[in-house]
């Protein structure tokens, strides 16, 4: 499992300029009701008469606009009988209010990304957009008027409880997931901490529309509300628009419910145990640890980072270097309240559940044994900051993820919780662990497939008003250009370079926040006549290139990439390997340095190997009876019909797993060293570089790396197969999985794939607002998540195309479900679509690539598609007025010539017995 700490929850983002002792923006003296409050490295704070807290972050460096409304109302406030009522009026706040009937169609209409979460202390809704004055506009009054005048209606609840039931299946599909919340459930004996938010199946189901529609009328009011409006926008236009929206509304007359449980100090070891149908063995641990925001917290964080750290981890070199677990990771909750710090590890294919559990306390409990050191504490700290470096110069998360330091009692501890971090010693992490890694504080979990008190008092939650009183924010982000991302822009913008060996260079020059940049290489080799029968050698050998060098171990390389504040991302697959490279001004020639050495001098170490091999094999044991695993396997082997040599052959698990038990160094080193070179190399850049030198140093560095294997790409051609239908047999599992897949002869350049991406966008596409969702989740209730979608090759020549249309749903449901979605497409064929959704779904296409266009990844992406094969962003352009041009009758004739319910091949996964005894 991946290591999850606060570092990604309450430490984030922070932002330019320092705290100020008057309003910066000016905005008080306006006459509209706001008074300023505070501002801390570029967050301005307000309020509003009705008690609605206000903050600002203006930064026009992406031309993006988010705007997110965070509500202090999560599963912790939910009474008995009410679990899941947080999380379920979540869903039901997108079903519109009088004059906002239909909310997700109109964010598809606007090209908006969307979406609302719902966690123990909080819940929050956002969308990001086009920074235009009538999108912001809309955005702000639309969360105004659902915050008081949603319908929450008795009708819409009836549809929404299986669409949540559904959720609750997935949930249950994942044993990780579900042993989570068993020691959670037993961890906490009183506080509602110990409650899944997705709540109780007979809560959410027998939950009373009155008792629903008071707790929103409680809790959804201006002075429990923080409205975070952050990019590309005016702060004076968008206050107006924020005082005649959500300053008209009046202030709350209810007192809000006092929060006066307080979890009672644990007297002894508690042990949970979870038997259920599956193929991988898991185990879990909890302490008892202090809530977000004080000093004792953090250094817990720190902890969590010294023990699960993927390489110079304590749990990596005590169970997954030796074999003990196949995987392993930790973290420190950073919540209101006092939380838990856990533990967790994979049991490797053969290992035993037991004794994983045993080495994995001897971690936890055994640091006061071995004290955490001097030297651990650094490369955490450098870690920990450096994460912390990268992650404020995504201005696009801030407001997301403001509501975590929000939850937790107040926006600004993502400030405090920095100053918290430099200050630590070891002596603070090493009391912390010993004062809460106790037997007596600890709740252990086992999920199996099939004595003298010494007790941790945990204080309940502390003030840190004098801290926050003296906090003033440090750090400066330089900011970046105004960059406009249409089609024209960013081909005028473009630069092209050749390099040696018959390569080409595509870069835009522009200055990112935080002096980012971004190079992409993608190496090509091989031909179907060398890569036969070398399955899975690409992925592998590029997975082990940062596993060790003939330089640096593991370890090093990975206290390298910190200390240049610098990320490497390494792929391979098909005939393409691709090297992707993030940094800024001050670290780029030493990390391109360090990426040409990681590329060029691996050393394939076999321990490291191995490693490898074993998490490989637990991921197969974990993905057998899985429904989307399955589904998912078969679908690729049907639309694939490769010879079992041919590379891109579709392996099931079983042939996976003799694969990975038979891969060896000698044979990625053999692959690597003959077939992988510079020569017609594509590197793609963007950021604040010189075009020219920048093709010239990665001359320098890659030029005379040749391949001993030349590159013939491999036509990728349709293959039509026999339309067929299978059941795929998961027994005890609550959720199940169903799609229909159509193989055709496609390519992007042909005249059909403009009214055919339109097509399917009504059909399948636009988020919460299509005919499949509208049919499947909004009127039936029958699956949380529905969808259609397709592909297209890309290279001339090819013609490699799919249609698809998936959903999950309960077994019981997924009959339904496939007949639902046939019928939806067979209405469409007969019927047709409507001029409003034609008109909606060119908007939305249009304003989707806009909006995506705004990051500097995926800029990389568009030079991509240009140098490979030619489809710049002019392309993109002319395809943007192939979209405006068409007619109804254009789409609505293309896809019927391509959809056709009686040649679909669908495959559905799920508890047959259950489908069949509940059918």
Known sequence: MKHLTKTFVLMLLVLPAGAVAEDPLGISAGGDGFEYVTSVEGIHEYSLPNGLQVLLFPDNAQARVTVNVTYRVGSMHENYGETGMAHLLEHLLFKGTPDNPDIPKSFNERGMGFNGTTWLDRTNYFESFEPTDDNLEWALRMEADRMVNSFIAYEDLQSEFSVVRNEMERGENSPGRMLDQRVRAAAFEWHNYGNSTIGARSDVEGVDIGRLQAFYRTYYQPDNATLIVAGDFDPR????????????????????????????????????????????????????????????????????????DSSRGRLYRKMIEPGIAAGAGARADAFAFPGLFTLNATVPVDGDTQEVLDALLDV????????????????????????????????????????????????????????????????????AAAKHFKRSNRTAGMFIPTESPDRAAVASRSDQSEELASLAGRQSVSAGEEFVPSPDNIAARTVRQEL??????????????????????????????????????????????????????????????????SDLNLRGGGQRINASLQTDEANFEEALALMAHVLREPVFDPDQLEEAKRSALASIAGARGQP????????????????????????????????????????????????????????????NFDTAALAGRLDE??????????????????????AREEWLDTPDKANGFMVAALPVPLNVRDADYAPLVIGTRIFGGGGLSNRLINRLRQKEGWSYGAGGGMNASERSGDDSGALFIQAIAAPEN??????????????????????????????GAISGDLNSWSSDAALT???????????????????????????????NETFRKYYAADDFLIFIGGDKARAEDTG
């Open 364 to 431: 936890s409990e055994g640091v006061p044994a071995e004290p955490i050191t001097e030297e651990e504490l650094e490369w955490a700290r450098l870690a920990m900051v450096s994460s912390y470096d990268k992650a404020i110069k995504n201005v696009g998360s801030l407001a997301r993820i403001l509501s975590e330091s929000i939850a937790a009692g107040d926006w600004r501890y993502l400030f405090l919780y920095k100053d918290q971090l430099d200050a630590l010693s070891v002596e603070d992490l090493n009391a």
């Open 500 to 565: 040696a060996g018959g390569g080409s260079l595509w870069a835009i020059e522009k200055k990112s926040r935080g002096d980012r940049i971004i190079v992409s290489l993608n190496l090509f080799f091989g031909s179907e006549q060398s890569l036969a029968g070398k399955h899975g050698l690409a992925g592998y050998a590029a997975g082990q290139l940062q596993r060790g060098t003939t330089r640096y171990t593991r370890d090093e390389l990975a206290t390298e990439w910190d200390r240049l504040k």
């Open 701 to 722: 560095l890659f030029g005379d790396w040749e391949a001993a294997v030349d590159y013939l790409p491999a036509p990728n051609r349709h293959h039509p197969v026999q």
């Open 237 to 308: 236009e968008a206050t107006a628009i924020i005082a005649d929206s959500f300053g008209t509304i009046p202030a709350a007359e209810r007192e809000l419910p006092r929060i006066y449980t307080v979890e009672p100090v644990q007297d002894g070891e508690r042990l949970v145990t979870l038997r259920r149908v599956g193929k991988q063995s898991l185990v879990m641990a909890a302490y008892h640890i202090p809530a977000g925001a004080t000093k004792e917290n953090t250094a817990l964080d720190a902890v969590s980072r010294i023990l699960a």
């Open 814 to 843: 997924l009959s339904k479900v496939r007949g639902g979605a046939l019928e939806e497409l067979q209405r469409v064929i007969d019927d047709g679509f409507t001029p409003e959704e034609l008109q909606d779904a060119v908007d």
């Open 861 to 891: 992406g568009i030079l991509s598609s240009g140098a490979e094969h030619g489809l710049d962003a002019l392309w993109y352009g002319a395809l943007h007025e192939q979209y405006r041009a068409l007619t109804l009758d254009d789409v």
């Open 628 to 687: 989307q695993s399955v589904v998912s396997i078969s679908l690729s082997k049907a639309l694939s019909p490769y010879p079992p040599d041919h590379f891109r052959y579709a392996m099931d698990l079983d042939e996976q797993e003799e694969m990975i038990r038979n891969m060896n160094r000698d044979a990625l080193a053999e692959f690597w060293n003959s077939h992988i070179g510079y020569r017609g190399a594509i590197a793609l850049a963007v950021g």
